[in-house]
DNA sequence: TCTTTGTTTTAGATTTGTCTAAAAAATATT
DNA sequence: AATATTTTTTAGACAAATCTAAAACAAAGA
């Protein structure tokens, strides 16, 4: 496996959390980077000519066989460093995630498989999401309520139990529907109500009786 | 503290294992960072305006009191390193210089406090040299013989126990005398001789013999 | 379909860190 | 001291990653 730059890594990574089946579009990838749409172009013909996204010009990107394999192995190095830090340096679950991004960026295979042993091989990050293994594999499709779905995670509006037409009127004021894919931000014990944001749009709140209505699936 | 990039991290460590009393020159830095004379006259400007060195044109540079710590951080950083790599995941001593290369630059003190309790406050990595405290106190002028001296350290020769003239004939052949700064690269256990290597020239070899008769203090 | 709106790309500039080649300064030699 | 050699700095260029402003394109509305 090559070098890549901190740089292209964050977008790579990026695309991975925003794509699923769809492609992934210049102005989304720049909300999510805090960048702008004229750098994603940039970028993205340059991982093109490395063959780690499909592009052409105005019609969105996804990644590559190797752009995928690449996202999950800079995921692994991110989760295994979150595990790390909260399980045997006792940080704090919110403060793990800043760490790691700059953790994530180490590149050297022999340290991040010998950490993962040195941790026996965990299964989960400390916020619940799933750590690739060392070739490349992640627990997958897991449907969870959107009440216990980890934070920062992105996943995909599956199912919804509730259909009444009250449920349905307050969903699609806040553009939520399935397919829907969304992060929980914040969770609010007092009330149990979250801070949830959509692609491209700003975050927004939701109570806990509609949290737990709506079921999620993870990302591939 | 201030965040650096890398390559300022690296000028700033390289500065400090070249300097002892005297002041650094132009072409020492760019031997040691494998780099050209005139990328280290633009990076010593820069840290100049960033008040982390001395420097005046043509005059040789040397750390500020600001520079000094920077330095003495860094190499924090990179002795804890190298001694988790050794001591939990089981890297062998030649392999954690690299991956601690890369280690260091990840800049959170909370990381690093966190890391130093974890590992049980060691006091020196696996290469045997000492690891300064969260405060940047470094165990300083111990006097060892040349061939007890860690790996990759750089220490100045302080006394030679045999004065005969065969030995000062060797000594003055190979140019080491009182106050020269040099770092033992490889050591040979067949016959202990030394590979070592001084300031601006190429690594020379010398006998266990003439190891023996040497001494040599670390840097401050 | 034509036009307006919004998205994406291009063109050109900027910053950081590097380089080469040439000029300037310091050191060494005769 | 005058000259030659070595060291250091300057000047100008380049690659990576970003930006702004303007142009090209796509989508939506009239």
Redesign the pocket.
């Known amino acids: 496996m090559l070098n890549?730059?901190?740089?292209?890594e964050?977008?790579i990574k990026a695309i991975y959390h925003l794509q699923k089946e769809g492609s992934v579009?210049?102005?989304?990838l720049?909300a999510e980077?805090?960048?702008?749409?004229?750098?994603?172009?940039?970028?993205?013909?340059?991982l093109r000519t490395k063959k780690l996204v499909h592009?052409?010009?105005?019609?969105?990107?996804k990644l590559t066989v190797d752009g995928k394999k690449l996202a999950l192995l800079i995921i692994r190095r991110h989760r295994l460093w979150e595990f790390f830090l909260a399980e045997k340096l006792k940080f704090s679950w919110e403060e793990v995630h800043a760490v790691a991004e700059d953790l994530e960026h180490v590149s050297s295979k022999k340290l991040i498989d010998k950490l993962d042993e040195f941790l026996g091989f965990p299964r989960y990050d400390p916020h619940g999401d799933p750590i690739p293994d060392a070739s490349g594999k992640i627990e997958t499709g897991k449907q969870v309520c959107l009440s216990d779905l980890p934070l920062n995670t992105t996943a995909i509006v599956c199912y919804v139990s509730d259909q009444s037409s009250a449920m349905l009127e307050l969903l699609s004021h806040k553009k939520i529907g399935l397919g829907t894919k969304l992060e929980v931000k914040k969770k609010f014990s007092f009330d149990q109500s979250l801070e949830i944001k959509l692609r491209?749009q700003s975050a927004t709140n939701i109570s806990g009786d509609l949290a737990k209505n709506i079921f999620v699936k993870y990302d591939e």
């Open positions: 890549y730059s901190t740089s292209e964050n977008y579009t210049t102005n989304e720049a980077l805090q960048t702008r749409p004229a750098s994603v172009t940039d970028m993205m013909k340059k592009y052409e010009a105005y019609k969105g990107f491209q």
